[in-house]
């Protein structure tokens, strides 16, 4: 109690108060009464951020280099990789993804006596030893707002990579930075700085005072036809423009543009207080995920970085991390029962993981039938179980018996026709519990009906994002990947 107090005193007088996260291994926060998260954001990333984003890149490039030795990719380096940016990284892992981007790049930080980053400076061919990989980088709102040095340092390395006298087969950056310059100059309504500076844009977020991917939003409502609507919710949602001297600049056509060549997601996770299943994580690198192979037309892989243990960071597909923590967490019976000891509450926690991993098949295709089966006989065909979500909370019943048929009628899932019968006959069942329960009532009220607007019914949105529609034209192959990944 002491050190809470004495601390609660430091910080109202602007003084320094020890910090660190207990879950990283930084014991010294105890006891209590110390400032878990705070950093100086001038010194990210750190040192030792840096070493461990080395041992990341390198890690994921031979993931995906490794993918083409089986045929996918012809064993080619990617010429761009999606990166989702979240401030977990910079608050609570001192910028191990932002180390991560920079070397992808080929870029590094330079740091100044006191461990306060100054700028970027380029790593030489000869030592990186491979092409410099392309960054797109969709960054929270929380970073936008809390961190812009760091989307300023992401930029300024961009920039100074885009300018070297490089061959592009050894620059991804250059190479698109060019084709997208070349590409507005031709238009006629740009200069050459400004185009140049334009097709500089490497880091995208939500408009200023905006929060989300919106992908996330239009799962939930079902407010979607097709893979197309989505992706053009997060293109909608993610193309403002930030870095030096920009923040916010709307460049929806831009940033289309960069996600034809984005072939990898990414985004990283450095705790075990919370995983993929807790948040709407889908609704970022599954929606960036969604729009990049729509709009190019081609298969995207998608990886998950895992720093629980900074001495042993690790990369997995995405798909292997989705049933890593079904298994471990939302079908692990003591997981379950720790829910149940919550009632209504626990009801809930459980429904809303079942609503996101929904949600990943929705935007990746990466669930796999056995999960849905799971899912499907655990929570809402076994009788026990069921009883038990009556009694605490009827609605979190009914909104996974709903997504979980909504799932089979989108071929998201294709259970047999046993199964499926067997989670149609109590989903109807409470279907009607419910409308007695709800009883008569008088007026209007909201109904289950959904109103479903794509892009082209609403022509205020069309006509912001018209020139998207010239991206849209260059995509091609797409059905054939889609019949690929299926076999």
């Known amino acids: 109690m002491g050190d ?59 993931g995906y280099l490794e993918h083409g030795d089986e045929g996918k990719d012809g064993g080619k380096y990617p010429e761009n990789i999606g990166f989702v940016l979240f401030t977990s990284d910079i608050f609570r892992a001192d910028g191990e993804e932002v180390s991560q981007i920079l070397y992808t790049m080929g870029a590094r930080p330079v740091w100044g006596e006191n461990g306060t980053v100054r700028s970027v400076e380029v790593v030489p061919l000869s030592e990186l030893k491979r092409p410099r990989i392309d960054c797109t980088v969709r960054v ?50 740009y200069d050459e700085a400004t185009a140049q500076r334009k097709a500089s844009y490497r880091v995208f977020g939500m408009k200023p005072g905006a929060y989300g991917a919106g992908v996330n939003l239009a799962v939930f409502a079902s407010a979607w036809k097709e893979d197309k609507d989505l992706a053009d919710v997060f293109i909608d949602w993610s193309g403002y423009a930030y ?16 996600l034809k060549t984005v ?23 599954g929606g960036f995920t969604i729009a990049a192979e729509t709009i190019s037309g081609k298969e995207v892989q998608v990886y998950h970085g895992d720093t629980r243990d900074p001495d042993r960071p690790a990369i997995r597909e995405m798909k292997d991390e989705i049933e ?42 990466l669930v796999a039938d056995w999960v849905f089966n799971e899912m499907a006989e655990r929570f809402v065909i076994d009788e026990e179980m069921r009883e038990w979500f009556k009694e605490n909370n009827p609605w979190a019943l009914e909104e996974m018996g ?23 006959e109590p989903y109807l069942v409470l279907e009607g519990l419910m409308e007695e329960k709800l009883g008569v009532v008088e ?9 479903v607007l794509a892009r082209e019914d609403v022509e205020a949105w ?22 690929l990944r299926t076999e």
């Open 4 to 62: 809470e107090i004495t601390n609660l005193t430091r910080g109202f007088n602007s003084e320094y108060i020890e910090s660190g996260a207990l879950t990283r291994g930084k014991i010294d926060v105890l006891p209590t009464g110390r400032n878990f998260y705070a950093i100086d954001p001038m010194k990210i990333p750190t040192r030792a951020a840096w070493r461990i984003g080395i041992k990341l890149t390198d890690a994921l490039l031979a």
């Open 140 to 189: 929270g709102g929380i970073v936008r707002d809390t961190s812009p040095n760091i989307m300023e340092l992401i930029d300024e390395a961009a920039q100074k990579i885009a300018a070297l006298d490089e061959p592009v087969e050894m620059n991804y950056v250059k190479k698109h930075t060019v084709e997208k310059m070349e590409r507005l100059l031709g238009t006629g309504q």
């Open 243 to 258: 870095g030096k001297d920009v923040f916010g600049e709307e460049n929806h056509v831009e940033f289309a543009d960069l």
């Open 263 to 285: 072939e990898v997601t990414y985004r990283s996770h450095e705790s075990d207080e919370f995983d993929i299943l807790d948040c709407c994580f889908f609704g970022y690198q």
């Open 324 to 365: 890593r923590v079904v298994r471990t967490r939302l079908l692990n019976p003591k997981w379950i029962e720790g829910k149940k000891r919550h009632g209504y509450k626990g009801a809930g926690d459980i429904s809303k993981r079942v609503d996101h991993v929904y949600g990943w098949s929705a935007t990746t295709k």
């Open 402 to 424: 709903r997504r979980l048929i909504e799932a089979a009628e989108r071929e998201l899932w294709k259970p047999d026709a046993e199964l499926l019968e067997k989670l149609k």
């Open 443 to 451: 007026g209007e009220y909201q109904g289950g009906e959904i109103t």
């Open 462 to 483: 069309s006509a912001k994002v018209k020139g998207i529609e010239e991206v849209w034209k260059n995509r091609e192959g797409k059905e054939r990947e889609r019949e």
